[in-house]
């Protein structure tokens, strides 16, 4: 059952009108709220949890939160990457099996690690159209629970056999069928076109930028202590429902320190010439959880007597050439973001919260290195100098993926849940999201305060 505390007080407001930006112009989208399960290691609280029971969960903590049980909300968006062939339409099951009314519609998205940033901006591009007033976004992964491939032999024997129509058919179809085509395919987040894990890429990323241990180690350590401080100040009290008796991510460890990251052995960039820098404590971990946001327009949450955290403003996509080694594989961001920014007329000076996906400490290390680098800059970004420094101050100031883990299809929507309750609290300012994702994909989003 979802727990109910923290709900905001709600009081009905007379109906707005539907576009209230009037005269055909785009509305504002914007964040309402959001909900999301503690994050847990792969193989641990979780375990033999699927895709839908994840989130369901997170939908309806977020839907008790708001009072939105029984209600139709405009559309639910959500996805997973690893995803099993009976979820065909994952979405919208978890909507069946939720406290929301069952005509709401729903879908499924997927874009690797980027599945929260485009469920999120496709709908607040649907609201900002008058198409949509009122969303929620989210997204599950469990790699406790990934899919198992059988074999390529067994698969076509198996699907003449369902198709044969007489006994000799069936025989000749099992006949084909060797010992060695039982063997399963084990789960793998391996690059299909080159074989290497995200690891292994990252580690080529990482060496060929000169990112160093220590510096990657301090990345997490601080990963770690901010996530534990606002655990301890309450902030995420109104964005995490309890479930499975878990109620902070699992993988948090806020006693850790550099002492005892220096102490892991490297797991990434063994086999190249460079020393191997990257470990478990400065790496995300394979995990399980989900998360969800509501999204809608002023009027919708005007009636529903509800405050908006930040708004919607912008959103970019870009992807890298990774395959001929003219990038590292997450390094789309390093484009995304001065595209974005440009077209919106902004530099990174004007943020007040940077929120970089960690996918690795290196990654983020890497990314900001780019940014600061003349020739990459000039070269690759057509700029005439460096992009420009980011103020660490401001850079995931509670933590992110190093600390919290990493189900891949959640992460956005935990990041711009985050980042829009900072805005909220500070009653004014700009936030830059950037995720990395796999297959060379990267996406950037700008929210402002909605006051």
Known sequence: MADTTDRPTRTRAPRAEANDAGGGAPRRAVVVGGNRIPFARAGGHYNHVNNRDLLVAALDGLVARYGLAG???GAVAAGAVLKHSKDFNLTREAVLGSALAHDTPAYDVQMACATGMETIVGLANKIRLGQLDSAIAGGVDSASDAPIVVSEPLRRALLDLNR???PQQKLKALARIRPGHLAPNAPTTGEPRTGLSMGEHQAITTAAWGITREAQDEIALASHQRLAAAYDAGFFDDLMTPFRRLTRDANLRADTSMEKLASLSPVFGKRLDAPATMTAGNSTP???GAST???ASDAWAAEHGL???ATVVDAEMAAVDFVHGRDGLLMAPAYAVPRLLARNGLTLE?????????AFASTVLTTLAAWEDDDFCRDRLGLPGPFGKVDRDRLNVHGSSLAAGHPFAATGGRIVATASKLLAQRGSGRALVSVCA???LGYAMILEAAA
């Open 438 to 440: 796999a297959g060379g």
């Open 286 to 288: 394979l995990s399980d």
């Open 307 to 309: 405050t908006p955290l």
């Open 164 to 166: 044969a129509k007489t």
């Open 293 to 295: 946001v509501l999204l």
């Open 71 to 73: 209600e139709r909300v």
């Open 350 to 358: 004007d943020f007040d919260v940077i929120e970089i996906h960690e």
